[in-house]
Structure formats: structure tokens, C-alpha cells
């Protein structure tokens, strides 16, 4: 009971401290903190459309976090979802540009997903075959699709009507609102039986006990006959579909829009909001899924927070980081 117990306590203490924080921080810039979390943190769970619109929020941040998670599982600090998000949603561009009917819906989940492995190859072989460090490569790859995707939403996949997005998922292939006049799809539950598909995989199959054993101790793994240079590249791949599938997604499933932001700003930072959400989950999949639905309501929470208090939607992000300031202090300590 008591392992049970100690990551929750942890954590509470984790968010707390955040919180208490954000607080001396709004304070002292000139904010009220008592309306502003009342907006951030209630106004989402008053109303059933705001409501949906976090956990819509929520869908990919859980996919890049179980990047984060299932690499963790595997002793890796991989934080190169966040390209290979951009690469899914590239993928479908690509698919909505060259497929104008339903077909291509499974294009772009074909097309982001191979996009996304393909990107996560090069950081998984360098550490496999050479012992790269995995923060230093996948941050170059971040940056490198950051670019890249700019460049090609820029130029030949931009909507000529409308500049300032790339072309548009056609309507045929679209995941439109479960419920209408709300941000709830099927991207929803999708992301939600990943994550359960993920803890499943992790928990009982014989490459998720690889992947635990070989990421707790390599010495031991090799001792077992087991190779985590293997391991390494499972856990990379898996990472790499669940970012990729979030890119889609964030195209595909995504109203109004349909499309992807010039400055991919409808894609940009979830790769960082999964760790975030991975590292509150305790790099367990249902873990990370319950911290995802959490950050989708802050998420959704800093709009309200914005329009009733007056508070800019950045302290959300402050209060982010320090959540992972705060949790990887408490990993620090186990080390």
C-alpha cells in the first residue's frame, strides 16, 4: 500500500507546490490568483461544450506522453515527440493534397505514421548502434522537423484561399464532432484505447517485459539473453506511432480548421505537454491518460482564465514547468 500511496503523495506535493507558486506569481504581477484558478480549473467542468473541448485538449497530449511514458519504460528520456508530430501532421497534408476523397483518411494515418517512425529511426539507431545520447539527437530532429514543416506548409501544401494554413482535410475524410457544436471526434476515444492498448502491451506481452527489464538493468537483460539495443528500437517505434498518430489527428480531427497551421501552431508544443502529462502519470499509461484529461482542462481553463480574470494564458505554462521541475527533483532523489 504504501509504494501505492508514495508517487500520489509525491505527486500531490508536485502540483501543490506548482500551484502555490503560480500563485505568488500572479500575485505579485498584479493578477488575482484566487479568480484565475477558479476560471482555469472550474469553468471547464461547468459547462458540457468547454468540457469536451478539454478533453479534446487532452487526446494529444495523451498520445505524445505515452511517447515519453513507454520510453521511460525503457530507460530513454525521449523527448522527440514533438517532431514527430509535426511529421504525422505532415503526413496528412501530404494525404489531403494528393487524396480529394475519403481514402484519405487512412492515407494520412498511413503516410503520418511512416512519416513519424521513419524520423524517429535516426535518434533510435544512433542510440542503438552508438550510444548517442537520445536528448541531444532527438532535440535536433525537433528542430529540424520544426523547419521542415514550415518550409513544405509554406510552399507546395499551402491553401492557395487561404495562405496562412496548409490545404485542408477533405470534408468526406474529416472526423467531425460526436456531439454537435463541440471539439469532441473520435480522436477522443482513439487516444483513449491507446492507452490502454499501451499499458496491455507493457503489462503482459513478452516485448513489454523486454522492454521493463532492459530499461530497470541492462546488465541483467544481457544476463537473460535479451539484447536492449532491441529493446531500444521497440520502444522508440512504439513512441514514434503514438506521436505520429497525434499529428494526424491534430489535422484530421480537428475542427474548424482541418488543416495545419502555417506556424504549426495547432501542433506546436505537444510533444513538451506530453512529458509533462508522462511525467504526472508516472510514466504509467492510465497514469498518463488521467494527467492528460488534467492538463486538457488547464489547457482549455487558460482561455476562460484569459477572458474572466485578465490572466495571460503563459502562467499555464509556468505552471507546467514547474510541475516538471518539481517531478523530476523527486526522480533526482531515487537515483
Do not use: C
Not at 11 to 28: D, E, K, N, P
Not at 168 to 188: F, H, I, N, S
Not at 286 to 299: E, K, M, R, Y
Amino acid at each position: 500500500m504504501r509504494g501505492f500511496l508514495l508517487p500520489l503523495v509525491n505527486t500531490g506535493l508536485a502540483l501543490l507546490l506548482a500551484f502555490a507558486l503560480g500563485a505568488v506569481a500572479m500575485w505579485i504581477s498584479g493578477y488575482d490568483p484566487v479568480l484565475s484558478y477558479r476560471s482555469m480549473l472550474l469553468t471547464p467542468l461547468s459547462d458540457q461544450t468547454y468540457l469536451f473541448s478539454a478533453l479534446a485538449f487532452s487526446a494529444p497530449i495523451l498520445l505524445t506522453g505515452l511517447t515519453f511514458a513507454v520510453g521511460l519504460r525503457a530507460g530513454l528520456f525521449n523527448i522527440g515527440a514533438e517532431g514527430q508530430a509535426y511529421m504525422g501532421a505532415l503526413g496528412a497534408v501530404v494525404a489531403a493534397y494528393l487524396v480529394r476523397d475519403v481514402l484519405a483518411l487512412p492515407f494520412a494515418v498511413l503516410l503520418g505514421l511512416v512519416f513519424a517512425t521513419a524520423w524517429s529511426a535516426v535518434p533510435a539507431l544512433l542510440k542503438s548502434w552508438r550510444g548517442v545520447n537520445e536528448v541531444v539527437s532527438t532535440i535536433m530532429m525537433n528542430w529540424t522537423a520544426y523547419w521542415l514543416v514550415i518550409m513544405a506548409v509554406s510552399t507546395v501544401f499551402a491553401n492557395p484561399l487561404q495562405p496562412e494554413e496548409s490545404v485542408k482535410m477533405p470534408e468526406a475524410a474529416r472526423l467531425t464532432p460526436l456531439v454537435p457544436g463541440t471539439d469532441l471526434t473520435l480522436a477522443v476515444p482513439l487516444a483513449y484505447l491507446t492507452a490502454v492498448l499501451i499499458y496491455i502491451f507493457l503489462r503482459y506481452s513478452v516485448w513489454g517485459y523486454r522492454i521493463s527489464i532492459s530499461g530497470q538493468n541492462p546488465t541483467v537483460a544481457k544476463a537473460y539473453g535479451l539484447r536492449p539495443e532491441q529493446a531500444v528500437l521497440v520502444a522508440f517505434g512504439i513512441g514514434a506511432l503514438t506521436a505520429g498518430l497525434a499529428g494526424v489527428l491534430q489535422v484530421a480531427a480537428r475542427p474548424p480548421s482541418y488543416s495545419l497551421a502555417r506556424n504549426l501552431a495547432n501542433v506546436y508544443g505537444l510533444g513538451f505537454d506530453g512529458i509533462t502529462a508522462a511525467m504526472l502519470g508516472r510514466g504509467h499509461p492510465i497514469g498518463v491518460l488521467f494527467a492528460s484529461v488534467f492538463l486538457g482542462i488547464l489547457q482549455e481553463g487558460a482561455r476562460h482564465m484569459q477572458i474572466e480574470a485578465g490572466t495571460p494564458f503563459e502562467f499555464v505554462k509556468m505552471i507546467q514547468g514547474l510541475l516538471i521541475l518539481f517531478l523530476a527533483l523527486q526522480m533526482l532523489r531515487k537515483i
